[in-house]
Structure formats: C-alpha cells, structure tokens
C-alpha cells in the first residue's frame, strides 16, 4: 500500500493509477428518473445502464482494467482445444496459488453447479461462515441444506471487529459430531464475506477450519471470489501476517483448503471462473461435468480474450496498491457516511460500502422490504445504482412465509478502478440528503415474485404515492439541479 501522506493532514485515498479510457455519464432529470425507476418494478437489477448515472450496483465483470490486461487480450489463442491462452491462465494460476489443476469454469455460479453436483448428495448439509445467493440455490435445488455459522459479530451492524466473516469453530464441531461426515457434503468458506458486507476472515480462523476439516475427512471449498480484499484485509488486521507479502498470504490460504473457487468477474478484474484444487482425485471427480455444462477442458465456456485478461489480472491481484484501492475508497466513503450520522455497515469492509437499511428507515416493516425501498429511492434521488441485499435477496419459504434476513442492507458496490473522489463525494452527499428526509421513504409489494432468485427479475411497487413526494422535495431542495 502506498504510503503518502498529505501536508494538510487528511487521509485521503489517492488513486495508484490514471484514467485513459473513458466512458461518457448521464445524468436524467429526476422525473424521468422515477419514470425509469418504476418501469424496472423498483429493482435495481432490471434499470438500463442508459438511465443510470453512477453505476455501484455491483463490482461483477465491471472492474476496470489495466493496460497489460487489454494488451494481453490481443494474444488470445482461439482453438477449441489445447488453446494456449488456457496454459497461460493455468500457469497463472498455479503461480497465485500453488495448486497443480484448474478446471475452468463460465463464471462463479458455473463452478457452484459443478461443485454442488460432485461434493453434495441430497438430504446433506453444507456448513458455511455465511451463503452467496447463488452458492445457496445450487444446494438447495439438489436437495440439500445450508447451515450459516458465522461469528456473532457478523450481525452487528457497528462491530469493531476486524474479522466478521470468521466461522464458529465450535458451532462447526458440533455440527460435525451431530451429524458426521455423511450428513456434511463440504464446508465452504467465502472470503471477502459478500452478503454481511463485504467482511473477510482471518487466516488464523481458515487454519482452524481446515484442521477440523482434514481431521473429519470432510472437503473444504473456499469461495475466493472477493479473494483481493480478504488478502488485504488479512495483511493490515491480522497481526501475525503483517511482515507476509500478499503471495505468501494467498498461498497459505490455498494450502488450508482443498478446492478453491471463484469467480473471474471478481477476482482478476474480467470475466469467466474457474476450481482450482491440488488433489489429483478431487480434479477427476469434477472433470467430467466441466465439458458436460460448461465447454471443453481448456475453455471452460469462457471467451480465449477474457482467460487472457483473467491471467494478467491474477498476477496483479498480488500488488498491494492494486487490491488496496478498493477497500481505501470504501473505508473513506463510510466514514464520510459516519460523519453524517447514516446507518452503515462497520468496519468498512471490501466490495462496496453499505447502508443498514433498517435502521435507515425505521418506520417500514421487514415485509415492506427496507433494502428494496432504500435502493428505489436512492436511485430516483441521485441515479446511483445500488443493489439490495436483504430479505428480497432471498429465497421465500417452502411454506410460502416471507424469511426475513438478518440484515437489510443496499450496497454501493465500488467496482475497482472505476470511480474517482468526485463520484464518492456526490454519492455521500445525496445519501446524507435522502437520510435527513427519510421519512418520505415509504414500502414496496411485489407485483410479480419468481420462484428461483427472485430478486434479479422479480418486480414490485410503491406502497402508496411515497415516489411522487420525494421527487416535489428533491425539486424543492435543490430546484432545478440534476
Ligand atoms: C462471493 C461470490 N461467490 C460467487 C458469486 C457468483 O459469481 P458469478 O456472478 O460470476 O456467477 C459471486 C457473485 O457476485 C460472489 O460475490
């Protein structure tokens, strides 16, 4: 991490890079934002980027990327098979992680699918530190269970604690002597801990899982998606890793598990995946579903330019004035946030800051959906795209009663690279704005609920004209201002 300092004192995050491309805003009138905001049903994920000013809605595919990353794309060797673009990101990998086999995979989901049809018989449970969306369905449609055993801070929304997405050891021992290794498909572990905010774990706790792991014979799958902020996070927090260089750190961390995956939208600043494990036998129980849903051996369904993008962005992924970038800015953002007395996640944690919609808005109901409501209204007020990561999130029960989450949050996702101080700096003012007038923010009712991963393309509306009255404020406040 770069260390300059400023003569006036701040602490200012600094960028370690310069712009050279770039791609030209828009900023809609707020009344076609409204109009724009409930022709998408009030969901984030169905705007057209078009209508969008800053985009945080998520860091997935849309990471900046660098000079070396687009010169490498030009190499790309497109054959169908024996490509030597795939040897290149096998050497990459190996190089990051020490690990002898890669099986590429289309994106993180893909490797999920895969990793859920090999490891999970149906009636099994899969212990976790906490699920992904799309981790979750996967084991779910196969007719298995997951068991979240996170560290009780990782619901306190103001923890100080530096390792939120640590896991329970002793929930995982018992879970373990209650129902053996028959009962449990795999463990999984996700680094950079998504859907509690971005919150990473501690080496010293992936040992631990690790050791009861191997002791158990039970597989041990780590989610490396959001590998970069864990790396860092564990190389400022953790004091016993302090002196080791990032390399190092992802080394250890491969080496206390069996399988890693993840997803190249993330990790690696493109977009693909792909499973990487040291075992001989794991690499050959997976090997056969990769040609089967995927695409062959050495593509994996990924585009040959995207693989050469994805080795240059691992390498990079070892800078620590890359993968600290990210986390800088949020923690600047957060604070910021914290200044102005808006309910936020903390400590700041990787992928994106996030506004505890709960407490943001007090006066709605688990069911009028907070996180929901807070993204809608944060869009209509500034045209920044967050995303909701709360009970809409989630998958409704069997019985058909709504689950609701331990935490509504709306993330405002800084993919890496792409947003400048000036972006920031807009975005906390409007937050701090809809804050002070957060009584106009009123509920969201579906319209329409999809079964599966409901809040991708699910659409609702307002409860009420709430809409309208926020749009006559904003134009009172700020009169004829974008
Ligand atoms: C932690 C984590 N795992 C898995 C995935 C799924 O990856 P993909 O979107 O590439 O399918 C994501 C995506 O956001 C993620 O954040």
Excluded at 205 to 232: F, M, T
Excluded at 319 to 329: A, C, K, L, N, T
Excluded at 343 to 348: A, N
Excluded at 388 to 414: C, F, H, K, W, Y
Aim: aromatic fraction near 8%.
């Amino acid at each position: 991490m770069a260390n300059i300092k400023f003569f006036s004192g701040k602490t200012t995050p600094i960028e370690m890079h310069r712009v050279r491309i770039i791609q030209k805003l828009n900023l809609l009138p707020i009344n076609e934002r409204l109009e724009a905001m409930q022709q998408a049903g009030n969901n984030t994920f169905l705007l057209k980027n078009a209508d969008v000013f800053l985009d945080m809605l998520t860091d997935s595919g849309v990471n900046a990327m660098s000079n070396d990353q687009l010169a490498a794309m030009s190499q790309a060797d497109d054959s169908y098979a024996g490509s030597a673009t795939f040897y290149r990101l096998e050497k990459a990998l190996r190089h990051v992680f020490g690990m002898e086999y890669f099986l590429p995979a289309h994106q993180g989901r893909a490797c999920e699918h895969v990793l859920s049809k090999t490891f999970l018989k149906k009636g099994q449970v899969v212990p976790m530190n906490y699920h992904f969306t799309t981790a979750k369905a996967h084991i779910t449609e196969l007719g298995g269970e997951i068991l979240e055993i996170p560290v009780k801070d990782a619901f306190d929304m103001t923890s100080t604690c530096p390792f939120k997405g640590n896991l329970d050891i002793a929930a995982l021992k018992q879970i373990i002597a209650e129902r053996g290794r028959e009962g449990i498909g795999y463990v999984r572990m996700e680094a950079g801990t998504n859907l509690i905010g971005g919150q990473p774990y501690s080496l010293q706790n992936l040992r631990e899982v690790s050791k009861l792991c191997r002791a158990n014979g039970i597989p041990l799958i780590q989610d490396v998606s959001l590998l970069s902020d864990n790396l860092h996070f564990i190389k400022q927090r953790e004091a016993a890793c302090k002196d080791m260089s990032i390399h190092e750190i992802a080394l250890a961390m491969a080496e206390a598990s069996d399988i890693l995956y993840f997803s190249g939208r993330k990790l690696g600043f493109a977009r693909g995946g792909g499973i990487c494990t040291a075992s001989r036998q794991y690499y050959l129980d997976i090997r056969g579903f990769i040609p089967l849903y995927e695409g062959f051996l050495t593509y994996g369904g990924m585009s040959v330019r995207e693989m050469e993008a994805l080795a240059v962005g691992m390498y990079e992924t070892l800078d620590e004035d890359v993968i600290s970038q990210g986390p800088q800015f949020i923690e600047y953002m957060t604070n910021e946030l914290i200044k102005h007395n808006v309910p936020v996640v903390t400590p700041p944690g990787g992928l994106g800051c996030h506004l505890n919609a709960r407490d943001f808005l007090p006066h709605l109901k688990p069911t009028e959906y907070p996180a929901g409501s807070l993204a809608s209204a944060l869009y209509i007020i500034s045209g920044v795209r967050g995303m909701e990561r709360g009970t809409l999130s989630e998958q409704r029960n069997e019985d058909g009663s709504e689950p609701i989450a331990p935490m509504e949050l709306v993330r405002l996702a800084l993919p890496r690279r792409v947003f400048t101080m000036s972006q920031i700096v807009y975005t906390v003012d409007r937050v701090n704005w809809l804050c002070q007038n957060r009584h106009l923010v009123g509920g969201l009712q579906w319209l329409d609920e999809p079964r599966i991963l409901r809040f991708f393309y699910g659409t609702l509306e307002q409860i009420g004209d709430w809409q309208q009255r926020l749009v006559a404020k904003f134009r009172e406040d700020f009169g004829d201002s974008l």
